[in-house]
């Protein structure tokens, strides 16, 4: 589906200044967080959201995982099940 609906919100300077530099940290653009809001909000019917920052330890896996450090690939449930038996 063509993305082609525009949102238009005022916010204060130094808050868009400041949530960006957090949605940055998680890897997230200023749309991208918009149409997860949005998608939760149709999907929950509901207000939605906790996203929070990984502390150290979680940020080191989730960026390892990301390079393929310490990853398992399997093709399907048995093959995991025998990879973890391993």
Same mark, same amino acid.
């Given at each position: @589906?063509? *993305?082609?609906?525009? /949102?238009?919100? &005022?916010? !204060?300077?130094q #808050? %868009?200044v400041?949530?960006?530099?957090?949605?940055? !940290?998680?890897?997230?653009?200023?749309?991208?967080?918009?149409? @997860?809001?949005?998608?939760?909000?149709?999907?929950?019917?509901?207000w939605?959201? !906790? #996203?929070? /920052?990984?502390?150290? *330890?979680?940020?080191?896996? /989730? &960026?390892?995982? &990301? %390079?393929? +450090?310490?990853?398992?690939i399997? +093709?399907?449930?048995d093959? #995991?099940? *025998?990879k973890? *038996?391993?």
């Amino acid at each position: @589906m063509s *993305k082609a609906a525009f /949102i238009r919100a &005022r916010v !204060e300077p130094q #808050l %868009k200044v400041n949530a960006e530099h957090i949605l940055s !940290e998680l890897g997230i653009t200023p749309t991208q967080a918009i149409t @997860m809001l949005y998608s939760r909000i149709v999907r929950e019917y509901e207000w939605p959201l !906790e #996203l929070k /920052i990984p502390n150290a *330890k979680t940020a080191r896996a /989730i &960026r390892e995982a &990301r %390079k393929g +450090k310490g990853v398992t690939i399997c +093709k399907n449930v048995d093959d #995991l099940f *025998k990879k973890l *038996k391993k």
